[in-house]
Structures are given as C-alpha cells and as structure tokens.
C-alpha cells in the first residue's frame, strides 16, 4: 500500500528559531511533492511544492527532496506564533491524486 | 482566478437522516474534484474523486455516494447517516493540463463543511 508518513509531534519551537518537519513516501516513483498547513477548523492551504532533488526556498520556507531516501522535509526559518498549524506532506502516486500524511503538529512557543 | 465553494459550513443531523453536501468551482474547466473526510484529529481520508461529468471513483466503500452533475459540481450524498459520520467534509479540485507553474496534480480546498451526526 502507498503510504506517507509523518511524526504526529506536537513539535514545540521557541519563536524565532528553524522548525524542521520531515515526511516519508513508500512509492519510488513519486514525481511530486506538497506541503499543506492547516490551521485549527479550518481546510489544508498550498504552502510549497518541489518536484527537483535538492532545495526550494519560499521566503522563510525551505522545502528540501531527497528522492534516492524516499524524503522530503520543510525547513521554517525565523518561526513565529503564526507558524503553529498542522503541516501536511503529500505526494503524488498516481496521475489523478496525491497521498496526504496524517500531519505533524507544529506549535511555536513565545 | 479560481475559487472553490462549499455549503452549507456546518450541518447538525440526527442518525438516519440523508445528506447532501455541494461544492462548486469556478474560473476553471474540466476541473479533477475531491471529496475527503477528516474526523477529529486525525488525517485526511479520500472519498472519491472525478476526473469529468458523470465519472466518479470511489476510494472506501461507505454509505456515501458521489455525483457530478455538471462540470464544476460536485455532490456528496447519503441515503442514511451513520454516528461515525461525523467530521470534517472538504472539497478539492486540481487542473489537468500542467504547463508550467504548480504540478497538475496540485490541489486547491474548499472551506469545509462540518457535519456533526447525533
């Protein structure tokens, strides 16, 4: 069976400092790879994706694809108490849809 | 631009009671649509997903159904709710056809529709 998998967490940042979020994907054949947030009751929100090995950087958000580990993390630079969310990894598996992660909870701490 | 809606935001209904739920999706033809559910907590689980009018693929077998009468409508039904039911129901639509900017595959949600069975 596909999978992604993610730590639950929660994990717990001091503001200001890097926030690593790391997923997994079972199928090699992945081509491309997202990362969500999702705020507390409300839906999941793009916030990257990368499809190249190596980095990608977005701001303060750096996503990182290591497809011979089967690996793909998110890097939050300079976190705030605005970062605290449920981050979701998904990857697609398939031409028509993607694979979500059950998420990792993110909380910064002032 | 495309948005995505979704009604009604919050549903109470009593076991046994039939459901629907709509989304609609505009600035974009052709859309693939999405119907997950997320209970409490927990991830997010795909229902079924349509890739045109009338084709529907369904991910858990359930008794919930899916239709797509039009091209940027998607409903999801129930004849019969269950207490376990219960969650968070989202809507997502992806644009097949790439060329260039976020992969094909990417998907854009809706607001959400929460339905509590009691």
């Known amino acids: 069976q596909k999978e992604v998998e993610q730590n639950s967490g929660p994990l717990s940042v001091p503001e200001g400092a890097i926030a690593s979020l790391n997923c997994t994907y079972s199928d090699r054949g992945s081509q491309s790879f997202f990362w969500y947030r999702q705020y507390s009751g409300k839906s999941p929100e793009l916030i990257m994706f990368?499809?190249?090995?190596g980095d990608k950087e977005d701001g303060r958000f750096t996503a990182q694809l290591n497809k011979a580990s089967q690996y793909v993390s998110l890097l939050i630079r300079d976190s705030q108490p605005s970062d605290s969310a449920t981050y979701l990894c998904?990857?697609?598996?398939?031409?028509?849809?993607?694979?979500f992660g059950s998420g990792t909870r993110l909380s910064i701490r002032p | 631009s495309q948005t995505i809606h979704q009604w009604p935001a919050t549903l109470v209904q009593p076991v046994g009671s039939p459901l629907s739920l709509e989304c609609t999706v505009e600035g974009t033809s052709n859309p693939n649509l999405y119907w997950y559910r997320q209970a409490a907590g927990r991830g997010l689980q795909l229902l079924f997903y349509s890739v045109g009018i009338g084709q529907i693929s369904s991910e858990v077998p359930q008794n919930l159904s899916a239709s797509r009468p039009q091209d940027r409508q998607f409903i999801l039904s129930s004849k019969k709710l269950l207490l376990s039911d219960s969650g968070f129901y989202l809507c997502a639509w992806s644009a097949p056809g790439g060329g260039g900017g976020p992969p094909q595959e990417t998907q854009y949600f809706g607001p959400g529709t929460r339905l509590l069975v009691l």
């Open positions: 990368i499809y190249s090995n």
């Open positions: 998904a990857v697609n598996m398939d031409p028509s849809k993607i694979i």
